[in-house]
């Protein structure tokens, strides 16, 4: 499974988000987002869940190692949208 980079790139460009703002919006390294960008690397559980709910983007097609996942299921994680915290969040960063 490949990281949807199309899909969060779209809400990116959306919401004027750039890779440094998505780093700290996510408490990541800008390295890190490249990384996953790139397939280099696969978001935690932790990181899918704050860019899901920052975006909308559905958790379970955030997450791309397939034991994340299986664990995300068994948690019966979903994602809440919230395009105020979107625009308050970027505009912080």
């Known amino acids: 499974m490949t990281f949807p ?3 969060v790139r779209a809400w990116m460009k959306r919401t004027n988000t750039n890779q440094k703002q998505l780093a700290s919006a996510l408490d990541l ?3 890190t987002i490249c990384f996953v ?3 280099r690397r696969h978001l935690s559980l ?6 899901a709910n920052l975006s909308g983007i559905p958790v379970e097609k955030l997450l791309t190692d397939p ?3 299986r664990l ?5 994680k979903r994602t809440n949208s919230h395009p105020e915290k979107v625009r308050d969040h ?3 960063a």
Do not use: M
């Open 5 to 7: 980079k199309s899909l």
């Open 29 to 31: 390294s800008e390295t």
């Open 37 to 39: 960008f790139q397939g």
């Open 46 to 51: 932790d990181a899918a869940e704050r860019l």
């Open 67 to 69: 034991d994340t996942t």
């Open 72 to 76: 995300a299921k068994l948690l019966g």
């Open 90 to 92: 970027v505009r912080d």
